[in-house]
Nanobody
Framework: QVQLVESGGRLVQAGGSLRLSCAASGRTFTSYVMGWFRQAPGKEREFVATISRSGGSTYYSDSVKDRFTISRDNAKNTVYLQMNSMKPEDTAVYYC????????????????WGQGTQVTVSS
């Protein structure tokens, strides 16, 4: 089992940058594929990015590709989401998630979730 705690969300202006962090508990962090999802008010929770256990493989949604970068530091049990060229439509609660199946963009395949961190992008 793993516990996830996100941090770093805040208000940022359009065009700005922000880095989110997700700290994981436990000694089996490298067993998990990690992902970031987001949920805007009145919308479904959607996939943002995922990273393999080693960090060598990443995958992004079309809406964030080339603007966001997911990374992980297995020595620190932490996964990051670097967000650049941010847009008002990036406003959402961002969630970190973990699973052991393999690369997936499907929310229901993720077993563990953090509490979320609010990101607001002003125009």
């Amino acid at each position: 089992q793993v516990q996830l705690v996100e941090s770093g969300g805040r208000l940022v202006q359009a065009g700005g940058s922000l880095r989110l962090s997700c700290a994981a508990s436990g000694r089996t962090f490298t067993s998990y594929v990690m992902g970031w999802f987001r949920q805007a008010p009145g919308k479904e929770r959607e996939f943002v990015a995922t990273i393999s256990r080693s960090g060598g493989s990443t995958y992004y949604s079309d809406s964030v590709k080339d603007r966001f970068t997911i990374s992980r530091d297995n020595a620190k049990n932490t996964v990051y989401l670097q967000m650049n060229s941010m847009k008002p439509e990036d406003t959402a609660v961002y969630y970190c998630a973990a699973q052991r199946l393999g690369r997936s963009m499907v929310r229901d395949n993720y077993d563990y979730w953090g509490q979320g961190t609010q990101v607001t992008v002003s125009s």
